[in-house]
Nanobody
Framework: QVTLVESGGDSVQAGGSLRLSCAAS????????MAWFRQVPGKEREGIAA????????YYVDSMKDRFTISQDAPKNMAFLQMNSLKPDDTAMYYC???????????????????WGQGTQVTVSS
């Protein structure tokens, strides 16, 4: 059974940084696309970035690449999202997602991922 557990969400002031973690289990980590999404109540889930676990290649939604960095610790089956210069508009629930495949799509689209974590809340105050 695939399990994804996010952590690291917090309340921070604008301009601050956070590092989110996603611990993965129940599948062959090295052949997956791991991704981060976020969602504000009442809005669609928004893709941020993805990383192919086999080679560490990263993919970013254009609007996210300046302040967000995805990375991984493959031996520990973990993915991370470093978020810098946070803004109040970044307030959302952040989700980790995974899908076993041989490549990641640069679109980082929600429909491409079957496995999801429960999310971790990030709140940015002005």
């Amino acid at each position: 059974q695939v399990t994804l557990v996010e952590s690291g969400g917090d309340s921070v002031q604008a301009g601050g940084s956070l590092r989110l973690s996603c611990a993965a289990s129940g599948f062959r980590y090295e052949r997956n696309c791991m991704a981060w999404f976020r969602q504000v109540p009442g809005k669609e889930r928004e893709g941020i970035a993805a990383i192919y676990t086999g080679n560490g290649r990263t993919y970013y939604v254009d609007s996210m690449k300046d302040r967000f960095t995805i990375s991984q610790d493959a031996p520990k089956n973990m993915a991370f999202l470093q978020m810098n210069s946070l803004k109040p508009d970044d307030t959302a629930m952040y989700y980790c997602a995974a899908e076993e495949r041989s490549f990641c799509s640069a679109d980082v689209a929600e429909y491409e991922y079957r496995h999801w974590g429960q999310g971790t809340q990030v709140t940015v105050s002005s």
